[in-house]
Each structure stands twice: as structure tokens, then as C-alpha cells.
């Protein structure tokens, strides 16, 4: 049995010409998943019978199911899905005036190990299948009712670009506009700066927001909070990035975890502004540490973060500084993790 939802819509018509069906089926049945939400063959009425039952003997559509939801006082809601290896994954809905985003992990757990983040806390296991990432959007959409459902942000467990090949897969059916047809510009991949991911992002020719996780300007800091510098350190991180600019023409968002004690001093925010003064259209993404218990990092007081804030500001970068959202369910950023389900 295979997930249908690992076929794009042309290998799904291939799959139907194989059995000399009709190609045109292919665009009903994603009608049938993605936009009413059925979850079985046998109720998709347009099709022919034989096709339905062809297709039942061969696929299914979705195979984990809702463990848990938890809801936060400030209306974030975190969903905890039961895979069939028994690892579960974590999505977190955050609604806003003109927006509903969905959190979505790519991964069962991270093998980053950021220092400031739960994500890495249990290890990595497996990268999670293009059908699986769809399921993730699949029930926040229909089974959990958010029918507005209107931007995806690739900000859970886990590394996008390490997934590479099924998380775009991913991205172009969530694109169709026979699927969820939610526009590429509203989908966003946050990376931890996978330098080749980004090289390739670049030629893609789709026009998704890209998110870099910074969180240092200077090698230093970053190696110490960061592993992933090692292997891609600033300079090279920073080039990626400008000549991705240079390339889409499209702006990429720079997040920067505020850590107490590690990297909101002002020289922190002078070499961030001398690093950003040559890329144009970029921002700085602001979020004030979200503690997690077992690692001890937590966020600078306020006037610190306002005086990083108003430095960048005077110099001239863009500048945003993010409201944590979901902390009371450990749903905010770097809250994620990796669990198990207890037997
Ligand atoms: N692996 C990707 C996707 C995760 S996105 C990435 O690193 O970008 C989650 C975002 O939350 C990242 O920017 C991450 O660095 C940030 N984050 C991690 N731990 C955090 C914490 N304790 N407080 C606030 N943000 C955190």
C-alpha cells in the first residue's frame, strides 16, 4: 500500500494511464482529498467503480491519526499526531487578524542540536514522507476545521532543507490549484543556513518566503550556539544568501533568537547591521528566547531586547520583534520536540 499523497498530480495520472484509466481522473480525486477532505476512495461518487476500487487496493490516504490537541489562553493550538512507527510529530495552528498560519514539522526530531532549542533535545530520527507532511495540513485544514487555513510556515521539528527533495515535493502540491492552492507566498521555509539547500532553493522558480535562523553575527557566538557553523560558517552563510537575493529578487527574513548572556549586546547588533548592510531586501526577525526547561537559556530583559531592537533600527535595518505565542503549551518557537509514544 503507498500514500497517495506522495504522487504529484502528473504521477498520478501516470499511475491512472497505467491502468488505462482516464488521465483526467487524477484532478478529482486531488479535488476529493485535498479540497473536501474525504478520506476514502469508495466515497469519491464520480469516479467509476472499478477505479475507486482499484485505487483502495492500492493506496491509502492517510495512516496516522490526532493523538492530542492542546490549546494556549492566546489562541494557539498545538496538534501532537501518532505516526505509525509510533514517534509522534507536533503542528501548531496560530491564528492572527488577517491570517491563519500553520506550524509544520518536516522532521521526526533534528539533528542540529541548536543550543537553544527543544527540537534537537531526543535526536533525529527519520525525515517525515511528502505524504506525511500533506497529512500534517491535511488535518489542520479539514479534520481540525481550519478552513481558512491560509499561510504554511516550515518552522517545526525539525530541518527543511535536510528533507530537501520531499518537503518541495510537499510545497508543489500544497501550491496546486487542484490541492490546497494556498499561493507560494505564503508559504515560508525557516533553515538553520543549509548552504547547498538555499543554492538550490534559488533555481527553483518558486516565490516562497525564505527565513534564515542567524541568531549571531559573528562565528564565534554562532559556532558556540550553533553546530551547523561549523560546517557552514557566516561568510559563506551570508554569500548564499545574497547571491538567493540576486537570483529571485525576493527578500529573505533573518531570525535572530535573543539570548540573555550570549548574543544581544550592541556589538552583537553592530556586526549584524554591518552584515545586513550589504544584502538588500532583508529583514531581522527579533524573538526573545522561549525557555525550555532542560537547556538554560532564557531571554534578555526587556530593555536589553529594546535597546538591540532600536540599534538596528537606527542603522537603518529592517526590523521586526515577534510576540511569543503558545508558550503555555510549549507550542512557541524552539518548544517542539521529539516525542514517543509511551507503551
Ligand atoms: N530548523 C529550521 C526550522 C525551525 S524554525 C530553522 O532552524 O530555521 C524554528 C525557529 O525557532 C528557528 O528560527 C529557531 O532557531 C527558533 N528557535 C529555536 N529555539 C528557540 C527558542 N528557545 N526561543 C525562540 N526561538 C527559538
Redesign the pocket.
Known amino acids: 500500500m503507498r500514500d497517495i499523497k506522495d504522487l504529484t498530480l502528473e504521477e498520478l495520472r501516470q499511475v491512472l494511464q497505467g491502468w488505462k484509466q482516464a488521465g483526467f481522473h487524477a484532478r478529482q480525486i486531488f479535488s476529493w482529498i485535498y479540497k473536501k477532505g474525504i478520506q476514502d476512495f469508495s466515497q469519491m461518487s464520480d469516479l467509476p467503480a472499478d477505479l475507486r476500487r482499484r485505487l483502495q487496493e492500492n493506496f491509502f490516504i492517510l495512516d496516522f491519526r490526532l493523538a492530542r490537541v492542546f490549546q494556549s489562553g492566546d489562541g494557539t493550538e498545538k496538534s501532537l499526531f501518532a505516526l505509525k512507527d509510533k514517534s509522534f510529530i507536533e503542528a501548531v495552528i496560530i491564528p492572527a487578524e488577517k491570517r491563519l498560519t500553520g506550524?509544520v514539522s518536516?522532521q521526526v526530531g533534528?539533528r542540529?542540536n541548536?543550543r537553544?532549542?527543544?527540537?534537537g533535545l531526543g535526536g533525529f530520527k527519520r525525515n517525515l514522507t511528502t505524504g506525511e507532511i500533506l497529512g500534517e495540513v491535511l488535518y489542520l485544514k479539514n479534520n481540525l476545521g481550519h478552513k481558512r487555513l491560509s499561510h504554511i510556515?516550515?518552522?517545526?521539528?525539525?530541518?527543511?532543507?535536510?528533507n530537501y527533495n520531499n518537503l518541495l515535493k510537499a510545497i508543489r502540491i500544497i501550491n496546486s490549484g487542484y490541492s490546497f492552492n494556498i499561493a507560494a507566498r505564503r508559504i515560508t521555509?525557516?533553515?538553520?543556513?543549509i548552504i547547498p539547500g538555499i543554492k538550490r532553493l534559488a533555481d527553483e522558480g518558486l516565490q516562497i518566503e525564505l527565513?534564515?535562523?542567524l541568531?549571531a553575527s559573528d562565528d564565534k557566538t554562532r559556532s558556540a550556539l550553533?553546530l551547523v557553523n561549523r560546517k557552514y560558517p557566516l561568510k559563506d552563510l551570508i554569500a548564499a544568501c545574497s547571491e538567493y537575493i540576486k537570483k529571485t529578487n525576493r527578500q529573505i527574513t533573518f531570525?535572530y533568537?535573543l539570548?540573555k548572556n550570549a548574543n544581544s549586546d550592541l556589538q552583537s547588533a553592530r556586526n549584524l547591521s554591518t552584515i545586513l548592510k550589504d544584502l538588500n531586501l532583508s529583514k531581522v526577525n527579533l524573538?526573545?528566547?522561549?525557555?525550555?526547561r532542560e537547556?538554560k537559556?532564557g531571554?534578555p530583559d526587556k530593555p536589553q531586547v529594546l535597546l538591540f531592537r532600536d540599534y538596528l533600527l537606527k542603522s537603518g535595518v529592517k526590523v521586526t520583534l515577534r510576540k511569543?505565542r503558545g508558550q503555555d503549551i510549549e507550542a512557541?518557537?524552539?518548544?517542539?520536540r521529539l516525542r514517543y509514544e509511551k507503551k
Open positions: 506550524c518536516t533534528c542540529f541548536c537553544f532549542c527543544a527540537s510556515v516550515f518552522m517545526g521539528v525539525g530541518e527543511p532543507l535536510d521555509i525557516s533553515t538553520c543556513g527565513s534564515v535562523s541568531h550553533m531570525e533568537v539570548i524573538i526573545p528566547c522561549n525557555t525550555v537547556l537559556v531571554p511569543p512557541a518557537c524552539g518548544q517542539l
